[in-house]
């Protein structure tokens, strides 16, 4: 099994549409959590972090589950610069950040 | 601030040959370096965590005879693939970390390595 588990996807959508992913991890010590975004051929981009309590940036909405070994992610009103892969990663002892395979999302005028 | 560049962003090399990727950290003094690889269409796996002055700490999986990390000082960590192959074609990406500050790793933009 996977230590981090994502739906590949890809997940088409139009413009303003909501979309929510969702992610589940083995290792329930697991200390940190976070959703990174990765553009093609370039480097995975910091997008934000998740708490148990939730949390909101502007239209990006994070939820852990601790019981569950659950994460999720919803993006509100798409936009086309939305279009990328999504990243769970779980940060275990060590600082060591386990990447999830990603979730690609592509969003369509 | 917390700039991290790599160097090269893509090398082409031929299949026996030594390559060597370097990851600074710009703007600030990196404790911790990591370095992953990702393959098409697959997740950035961690290969190696290195401390500034200390040995690296490899993942289970990875040789580290083949894959050589020397971290020397606090914003230069370098990592030599030692006789490329074409199986060892991938994206290089590494990461630096403040740890005594923070937990976050900021991500250098990846290194594309072809093996002929």
């Known amino acids: 099994r996977k230590e981090v588990e994502q739906d590949p996807g890809p997940f088409n959508v139009p413009e303003g549409a909501t979309v929510a992913f969702n992610c589940t991890y083995s290792?329930?010590?697991?200390?940190?959590f976070f959703w990174y975004r990765q553009d093609c051929r370039k480097e995975p981009k910091l997008l934000m972090s998740v708490y148990s309590s939730g949390n909101e940036d502007g239209r990006f909405t994070a939820q852990l589950n601790r019981a569950s070994q659950y994460i999720s992610l919803l993006i509100r009103d798409s936009k086309l610069s939305d279009s990328a892969t999504y990243l769970c990663v779980v940060m275990e002892y060590g600082n060591k950040l386990v990447f999830g395979a990603g979730t690609i999302l592509r969003v369509k005028s | 601030g917390a700039v991290v560049s790599q160097h090269p962003s893509w090398v082409i090399c031929k299949s026996g040959t030594s390559v060597k990727i370097e990851c600074r950290s710009l703007?600030?003094?990196?404790?911790?370096m990591f370095w992953y690889r990702q393959f098409p269409k697959q997740s950035l796996m961690l290969m190696a965590t290195?401390?500034?002055?200390?040995?690296?700490?490899?993942e289970q999986g990875v040789e580290k005879d083949k894959f050589l990390i020397n971290h020397a000082s606090l914003t230069l960590s370098t990592l030599t693939v030692t006789s490329a192959h074409p199986e060892d074609s991938s994206f290089y990406i590494c990461s630096a970390s403040r740890l005594a500050v923070t937990y976050e790793q900021y991500f250098g933009p990846g290194t594309r390595l072809t093996v002929t």
């Open positions: 703007d600030f003094q990196a404790t911790t």
């Open positions: 290195s401390n500034e002055g200390s040995k690296a700490t490899y």
């Open positions: 290792n329930s010590a697991s200390q940190s």
